[in-house]
């Protein structure tokens, strides 16, 4: 009964900007939302950027690095994704990825479609 909603996709223009939003509801007691994740057309589910662990360190994708910035409430049950300077390649499903931190049991969102015109 752990439910996470991913919000903020849409069209826009190359070196255009979007913010995503991710929020984890139901049976979260011991569950951190810990980054993103994006599929795009005949390819792998690839990471964007995620927290490494409960400190507050970060790993991002090197495709991403410097136009991306990840985020996320003190709760860990919500995370953001501001995306800037954005690229066609960058046209992909994004994904919210959580654990439960007591159980390592790993969830995941329906997703949000991002797509980048040239």
């Known amino acids: 009964q752990v439910q996470l909603v991913e919000s903020g996709g849409g069209l826009v223009q190359a070196g255009g900007s979007l913010r995503l939003s991710c929020a984890a509801s139901g049976r979260i007691f011991s569950v951190s939302v810990m980054g993103w994740y994006r599929q795009a057309p005949g390819k792998q589910r690839e990471l964007v950027a995620m927290?490494?662990?409960?400190?507050?360190?970060?790993t991002y994708s090197d495709s991403v690095k410097g136009r991306f910035t990840i985020s996320r409430d003190n709760a860990k049950k919500t995370v953001y994704l501001q995306m800037n300077s954005l690229k066609p390649e960058d046209t992909a499903v994004y994904y919210c990825?959580?654990?439960?931190?007591?159980?390592?049991?790993?969830?995941w969102g329906q997703g949000t479609q991002v797509t980048v015109s040239s």
């Open positions: 990825n959580a654990e439960d931190y007591v159980t390592g049991r790993p969830y």
């Open positions: 927290y490494r662990d409960r400190g507050g360190s970060t």
